[in-house]
């Protein structure tokens, strides 16, 4: 799967500026704030497809641990 996002010339220095902001963009990184930002949206689609993945273990191991009966 590839995932493109396309910002609007106009529009990027301001996302790009929000996203290092929100994330505490570090000048010593060596990295550009365009990189930087980047590698956070990568890095939040990581976390968001992890947190999901987790619930439906959760899920399944609570349905299964649930349904024992301890007599």
């Known amino acids: ?23 505490n963009y570090d000048v010593a990184s060596g990295k550009t704030k365009a990189v930087w930002a980047k590698e956070q949206v990568v890095n939040l ?17 609570s349905t299964t641990v649930d349904g024992v009966n301890i007599t």
């Not at 799967?1 to 994330?23: K, R």
């Not at 976390?47 to 959760?58: H, N, P, V």
Request: aromatic share 0%; proline share 5%.
């Open 45 to 61: 689609i990581k976390l968001t497809a992890k947190r999901g993945l987790l619930r439906s273990s959760q899920t399944t191991i």
């Open 1 to 23: 799967m590839i995932i493109n996002l396309n910002i609007p010339d106009a529009d990027a220095p301001a996302i790009v500026d929000g996203v290092c902001a929100a994330t």
